[in-house]
């Protein structure tokens, strides 16, 4: 009986994908030896396209007919003024001085080719094309990441165009051993996504694993780098993020190294990391900048502060409505007074105030930078002084609320403090219905799905669960760079040993 449906499904699925393609496309169909045959076959291919470029070419006395053909816009026009409109007048197409040049005779290709901002050369007599590397599209400089920012680090991100993305990561690793490998995803945008890796650390089946899931995915088009995360990663339903984005690409190499693949993706200034566990999002690449004691320390803070915005409210509510006695008789008399001018239970008091500060956080975020300020003047009187005195709140649930707020911005990775800021919410609503049992139910849970989750076959909850003792020495704390002579075990590396013990000691 399955076999029936899936064979149905196989045929409804044929034909949708027959039904996308435009009219008149004929992929494999040869060129014709004549010019005019091959530019009408171009007009067709692109009607209705207002910025197709086709330059009748009047070359050199003697030599036949030609016509360059591409899209403004998409191509770099000194390059073609000058490298190949210039020299073709007496130099033959393959001599022109532009950065590739090769021969394509199937229609589909030089469709794709022109497309990707090639410029496409006719010549009449000729059964085969002349394709040029000239693409020029519009791009922006390199700038200083917006999201992940360094006090040492470099202060290059990644921009959307991919080919650039991977010099900024090749100038880190000039070595042989980092290939590239390259794949193409949607029907209808084409996107180029390149897959980046050490051949002799990281691991092969990780690799095959993410091809395999790359290819498979079927879509019009891929736009940025999170949404082929949401297509290949293992675990869809959970809150937690289990690839890592950086715009960064210092991070990215160091990624490299420690045995992972890079993912990138064009026109998409983040890139992608695999596999992940939870710890990697709780690192900063600032860590192996400061000295290691340093480091340590605002490490063992960043696991503080996730405690924190987990459970400091949903403790909060379990204390005032449950549990009461444990609080010190002049601190419960002093919240007393101050909750006996607000009218509501504390989960919804909690609830509001924390909506409220989610609410601003984005409007300050979406908001233009200027406007973005002002949010954060008006956000702070509104949940300070004027909601206290209006009776909205008490001045203790403000207290809870900022210092929650504080603690989430200590997360270096924005996708897991997102996850760790939704989480509370259930947090809140089981200790309003069960007190500090709710709590313990809601973290066993939490623990239960963390150690469940997987990234690419490495276990999300590595080097904890399973216990990896050796990959602790850059996890809760950060030893001295010169300690840490292997790779992490959780990755997995076919190459263990990264350094050589340069201080004398033994290496291991």
Do not use: C
């Not at 196989?10 to 994908?17: D, E």
């Not at 290709?109 to 007599?125: H, K, M, R, W, Y």
């Not at 989610?358 to 930078?369: F, Q």
């Not at 509370?424 to 049992?437: D, K, T, V, Y």
Request: charged share 20%; proline share 6%.
């Amino acid at each position: 009986m399955f076999s029936i449906f899936n064979f149905l499904r196989k045929i409804r699925n044929s034909k949708s994908h027959k039904s996308n393609k435009p009219a008149g496309f004929q992929q494999n169909n040869p060129l014709s030896p004549k010019l005019s045959a091959n530019l009408h076959h171009i007009e067709h291919m692109f009607n209705l396209t207002p910025d197709l470029v086709i330059r009748h070419i009047h070359a050199r006395q003697g030599a036949a007919p030609a016509a360059l053909v591409y899209l403004d816009g998409l191509v770099n026009k000194d390059a073609i003024n000058n490298n190949i409109l210039r020299e073709l007048t007496h130099k033959d197409p393959e001599e022109v001085s532009v950065g590739s040049i090769h021969k394509e005779s199937e229609w589909g290709q030089i469709e794709d080719a022109i497309l990707q901002g090639n410029s496409v050369l006719f010549v009449d007599g000729q059964p085969d094309s002349t394709i040029y590397g000239t693409q020029g599209w519009p791009q922006r400089a390199v700038e200083d990441s917006h999201v992940e920012t360094s006090l040492r680090g470099a202060h290059q991100g990644f921009v959307e165009t991919g080919s650039q993305n991977i010099a900024m990561i090749r100038r880190y690793i000039p070595n042989r051993e980092l290939k590239i490998k390259e794949l193409t995803v949607g029907r209808r945008g084409r996107t180029k996504i390149s897959i980046m890796y050490l051949a002799d650390v990281a691991r092969p089946d990780v690799l095959e694993e993410l091809e395999t899931r790359i290819k498979r995915i079927d879509i019009d088009a891929i736009m940025n780098t999170g949404e082929l995360a949401e297509l290949i990663e293992d675990n869809p339903y959970s809150p937690f993020p289990q690839l890592i984005l950086t715009e960064r690409p210092d991070t990215a190499t160091s990624h490299i190294l420690q045995g992972r693949y890079i993912v990138v993706v064009d026109k998409s200034p983040t890139v992608m990391a695999a596999p992940a566990h939870f710890f990697t999002f709780l690192t900063s690449v600032d860590d192996h900048n400061y000295r290691w004691m340093i480091a340590s320390f605002i490490r063992t803070l960043r696991f503080i502060a996730v405690i924190i915005a987990l459970f400091l409210p949903a403790t909060y509510i379990t204390l005032i409505s449950f549990n009461y006695e444990v609080i010190p008789v002049q601190l419960i008399l002093s919240i007393a007074e101050t909750r006996s001018r607000v009218p509501f239970p504390p989960i919804l008091e909690a609830m509001l105030m924390e909506i409220t500060i989610e609410m601003m956080r984005e409007a300050g975020i979406r908001l233009p930078t200027p406007i973005g300020q002002t949010i954060g003047i008006v956000g702070g009187i509104v949940i300070g002084q004027a909601a206290v005195q209006a009776g909205i709140v008490s001045n203790i649930m403000v207290v809870v609320v900022a210092t929650t707020a504080i603690a989430s911005f200590l997360m270096p990775n924005y996708d897991m403090g997102a996850a760790i800021r939704l989480l509370r919410f259930p947090m809140m609503i089981l200790a309003s219905m069960f007190g500090i049992i709710g709590i313990v139910i809601g973290a066993i849970a939490l623990v239960a799905h963390l150690v469940s989750l997987e990234s690419f076959g490495i276990p999300y909850g590595s080097p904890l669960a399973p216990w990896r003792f050796a990959d602790m020495k850059d996890m809760f704390i950060r030893v001295p760079i010169w300690a840490m002579i292997k790779r992490p075990k959780s990755t997995g590396p076919m190459q263990p040993i990264r350094q050589r013990n340069h201080r004398g000691g033994e290496d291991s």
